[in-house]
């Protein structure tokens, strides 16, 4: 059985940070591209951050110089920093394993608000 489980989440300042973490069993992770995607009210779930096999990465403009994303496979689990959050940042932020498959996890909410 495959589950992607997002953690960290929560209700942060502007400027504040978080640190997102996505727990992956039942798939080769080591095989997988790893995606952080998001999705804020009334708005279409768009890419935050990729990163491939090989750890190469690709961002959002919008995240660009504050988010980080990075994996640890020996933990099958991926991971994403966020720095000088805004409010604009606030969604349900989903973790997504593609490869032969694709997955997704449940979400976890991130809100930025003073």
């Known amino acids: 059985q495959v589950q992607l489980v997002e953690s960290g989440g929560g209700l942060v300042q502007p400027g504040g940070s978080l640190r997102l973490s996505c727990a992956t069993s039942g798939i080769n992770f080591s095989m997988y591209v790893m995606g952080w995607y998001r999705q804020a009210p009334g708005k279409q779930r768009e890419l935050v951050a990729v990163?491939?096999?090989?750890?190469?990465?690709n961002y959002a403009e919008s995240v660009k110089g504050r988010f980080t994303i990075s994996r640890d496979n020996a933990k099958n689990t991926v991971y994403l920093q966020m720095n000088s959050l805004k409010p604009e940042d606030t969604a349900v932020y989903y973790c997504?394993?593609?490869?032969?498959?694709?997955?997704w996890g449940q979400g976890t909410q991130v809100t930025v608000s003073s």
């Open positions: 997504n394993a593609t490869w032969a498959y694709d997955y």
């Open positions: 990163i491939s096999r090989g750890g190469s990465t």
